[in-house]
């Protein structure tokens, strides 16, 4: 079976390799849309800053406003795993 895209044959893997571009070119934008540490103004400009930028202003985010990262690793790597005997 093809697929076209934009009028141009792709391959499986190119497809596919095409998709994963995209999901991970959208991560960082639904991440902040979905995050609640910041509000109106300030989420528009990350985002703006995410579209243009990508991964680097996605990580400067998780750097620069407060208890998104701390909330990340913790959901990650909670508290219980860590508790002595």
């Known amino acids: 079976m093809e697929a076209y895209l934009l009028g141009c044959v792709l391959s499986d893997m190119q497809?596919?390799?095409n998709i994963g571009l995209i999901?991970?070119?959208l991560f960082p934008v639904f991440f902040?849309?979905?995050d609640n540490s910041t509000k109106g103004h300030e989420?528009?400009?990350?985002?703006?800053?995410?579209?243009l930028f990508s991964w680097f202003i996605f990580a400067v985010y998780l750097l620069?406003?407060?208890k998104v990262l701390d909330n990340l690793l913790n959901r990650a790597f909670p508290d219980y795993?860590?508790?002595?005997p």
């Open 15 to 17: 497809l596919l390799s």
């Open 23 to 25: 999901v991970a070119y």
């Open 32 to 34: 902040i849309l979905k």
């Open 43 to 51: 989420k528009n400009i990350w985002l703006i800053g995410v579209m």
């Open 64 to 66: 620069v406003v407060p």
């Open 81 to 84: 795993l860590y508790r002595k």
